[in-house]
Structures are given as structure tokens and as C-alpha cells.
Nanobody
Framework: QVDVAETGGGLVQTGGSLRLSCQAS????????MGWFRQAPGEERARVGT????????FYIDSVKGRFTISRDNTKNTMYLQMDNLKPEDSAVYYC????????WGQGTQVTVSS
């Protein structure tokens, strides 16, 4: 069992920035592949990006490339999503996940970008 929790959501204006954090439990944190999904009202949950266990390899969907950065600090059991130049279409509930023996999800955090 891995407990996962996101923090850092909120309301921001177009062009602003937010940083989300995702903390996970477990002694094997530094072996987990992790990532972020988001879900806007009326839409399916969709992947935003992923990060390898070492942090060396990342993936982003095209719509966030150059604006979002995923990083992790394995000494703090924490992954981050730095979101810059935010747009209204980035508004969604953001979920982090951890791939261990199973995919574990956080409860989600709301990000709202006003125009």
C-alpha cells in the first residue's frame, strides 16, 4: 500500500504559475515511476506527463511542453509539477500517481486558471 497526496492547487490568472507537490509513502519511493493526470469537467482523465524513478527521463503531452516541468526529490518522497504560463484550458483537477506493485492515485487538487 502506498499513500499518495497532492497539494498546491488553486486559482491563478492566465499567464501565471503554480507548483503542485505529490508526496508518497513507502521505503521504495526511489524505485517508483510517477506522473500526473488531469481531468476537466465533462472530460476523461488524461495524462499530463511522467517521470522515471531517477528523474532522468520525463515525458509531456504536446499541449504542456515548454510550460510544465516535472521533477522529483527522492530524499523527500516528493514529486513536483511546475506549471508556468498557465492557460484557461489547463483548468482541471490534477492527480498524481505512483507505479509500484499497483498504480496508486492521490485524491486530486483543483487548478483553476481565470481568463
Amino acid at each position: 500500500q502506498v499513500d499518495v497526496a497532492e497539494t498546491g492547487g488553486g486559482l491563478v490568472q492566465t499567464g501565471g504559475s503554480l507548483r503542485l507537490s505529490c508526496q508518497a509513502s513507502g521505503r521504495m519511493f526511489n524505485t517508483y515511476t510517477m506522473g500526473w493526470f488531469r481531468q476537466a469537467p465533462g472530460e476523461e482523465r488524461a495524462r499530463v506527463g511522467t517521470i522515471s524513478w531517477s528523474g532522468d527521463v520525463t515525458f509531456y503531452i504536446d499541449s504542456v511542453k515548454g510550460r510544465f516541468t516535472i521533477s522529483r526529490d527522492n530524499t523527500k518522497n516528493t514529486m513536483y509539477l511546475q506549471m508556468d504560463n498557465l492557460k484557461p484550458e489547463d483548468s482541471a483537477v490534477y492527480y498524481c500517481y505512483v507505479d509500484s506493485d499497483h498504480r496508486y492515485w492521490g485524491q486530486g487538487t483543483q487548478v483553476t486558471v481565470s481568463s
